[in-house]
């Protein structure tokens, strides 16, 4: 999992509990496993490393007996790293939200958040606050089609690990069966990233090398890194099932691209995790 995807798990696991727009109120604790190619963004090669995380979750949806309905969410979350130890962290987020049943097998849903994050190296610990707002249409076939737009600021002790982001995506999925679904999604974003920059020797006016932009030595990367704009793309491809009532698991794989003035570079990135409701 990038450092991004890394920051929105949280985010995530809040918002996916008001999207459902099914019965729901309760607790969910689950873990996960998983790796990243590029964690420290680097534009050239990168440290690859791996991560296990917990969690635990309150969530309420609405039932759909109005069209317009409320939501609430809470995420408690913490994660280790297996080499990378001072990106250790742990976070929380709370996400309430309006969801608008506007026609049958149409939901519109509104949900702001706020998180804040504690990381072991206390540069990148943050406060957090923004917003999503999805689409989802249920289509023939047990296919579903779900279109989004979001933003999120995030607010670090230092400012080269902070950023601002505009996001839109889309996903395709299928419940094959009560049980089993997938699920396709694409996401494009523009805003602030941290890249990790390797070593330059400072230029006249002690700016170093990279086009104005002032590094800073980062200990948790073991190199200097800069904040620039960038573009990213994201693929992703993700399956879930439902072994009983309160037991489930989920498996998925993210193919990111960053492109800024400093260069493009790539990360491939998975985990698997395994849950449990009551």
Same mark, same amino acid.
Request: glycine share 14%; aromatic share 16%.
């Given at each position: 999992?990038? $450092?991004?995807?890394?920051?929105?798990?949280?985010?995530?696991?809040?918002?996916?509990?008001?999207?459902?727009?099914?019965?729901?109120?309760?607790?969910? /604790?689950?873990?996960?496993?998983?790796?990243?190619?590029?964690?420290? =963004?680097?534009?050239?090669?990168? #440290?690859?490393?791996?991560?296990?995380?917990?969690?635990?979750?309150?969530?309420?949806? !609405?039932?759909?007996?109005?069209?317009?309905?409320?939501?609430?969410?809470?995420?408690?979350?913490? @994660?280790?790293? %297996? +080499?990378?130890?001072?990106?250790?962290?742990?976070?929380?987020?709370?996400? !309430?939200? /309006?969801?608008?049943?506007? $026609? !049958?097998?149409?939901?519109?849903?509104?949900?702001?958040?706020?998180?804040? *994050?504690?990381? =072991?190296?206390?540069?990148? +610990? &943050?406060?957090?606050?923004?917003? *999503?707002?999805?689409? #989802?249409?249920?289509?023939?076939?047990?296919?579903?089609?779900?279109?989004?737009?979001?933003?999120?600021?995030?607010?670090?002790?230092?400012?080269?690990?902070?950023? *601002?982001?505009? @996001?839109?995506? &889309?996903? /395709?999925?299928?419940?094959?069966?009560?049980?089993?679904?997938?699920? /396709?999604?694409?996401?494009?974003? $523009?805003?602030?990233?941290?890249?990790?920059?390797?070593?330059?020797?400072?230029?006249?006016?002690?700016?170093?090398?990279?086009?104005?932009?002032? !590094?800073?030595?980062?200990? &948790?990367?073991?190199?200097?890194?800069?904040?620039? $704009?960038?573009?990213?793309?994201?693929?992703?491809?993700? %399956?879930?099932?439902?072994?009983?009532?309160?037991?489930?698991?989920?498996?998925?794989?993210?193919?990111?691209?960053?492109?800024?003035?400093?260069? +493009?570079?790539?990360?491939? +990135?998975?985990?698997?995790?395994?849950?449990?409701?009551?």
């Amino acid at each position: 999992m990038n $450092r991004r995807l890394a920051f929105c798990v949280g985010v995530v696991a809040a918002i996916s509990l008001l999207e459902a727009g099914s019965v729901f109120a309760g607790w969910e /604790l689950g873990s996960k496993a998983g790796f990243d190619t590029n964690v420290s =963004r680097s534009i050239s090669g990168g #440290k690859s490393d791996a991560y296990l995380l917990g969690y635990a979750a309150y969530g309420r949806a !609405p039932d759909g007996e109005t069209r317009l309905d409320w939501s609430f969410s809470a995420v408690g979350e913490g @994660a280790a790293y %297996a +080499s990378l130890s001072d990106l250790d962290y742990a976070a929380i987020t709370f996400s !309430p939200g /309006l969801v608008y049943f506007y $026609r !049958p097998g149409w939901i519109i849903t509104a949900a702001p958040f706020l998180q804040a *994050k504690g990381v =072991r190296d206390s540069n990148q +610990s &943050a406060v957090a606050f923004g917003g *999503k707002l999805l689409v #989802k249409q249920q289509l023939p076939s047990d296919f579903y089609l779900g279109e989004y737009y979001a933003y999120a600021d995030s607010r670090a002790n230092a400012d080269t690990f902070s950023f *601002k982001e505009h @996001a839109l995506g &889309a996903f /395709l999925g299928r419940n094959w069966t009560h049980t089993f679904y997938t699920e /396709l999604g694409y996401e494009f974003s $523009r805003g602030d990233s941290f890249r990790s920059v390797g070593t330059s020797p400072l230029a006249p006016g002690g700016m170093g090398g990279f086009g104005g932009m002032q !590094p800073m030595f980062s200990t &948790a990367f073991g190199t200097e890194v800069v904040r620039e $704009r960038v573009d990213r793309h994201a693929v992703g491809i993700t %399956a879930g099932i439902d072994w009983t009532k309160s037991v489930f698991s989920v498996a998925s794989y993210t193919f990111t691209y960053r492109r800024g003035d400093l260069g +493009s570079s790539a990360s491939h +990135s998975g985990f698997l995790g395994v849950g449990y409701r009551f």
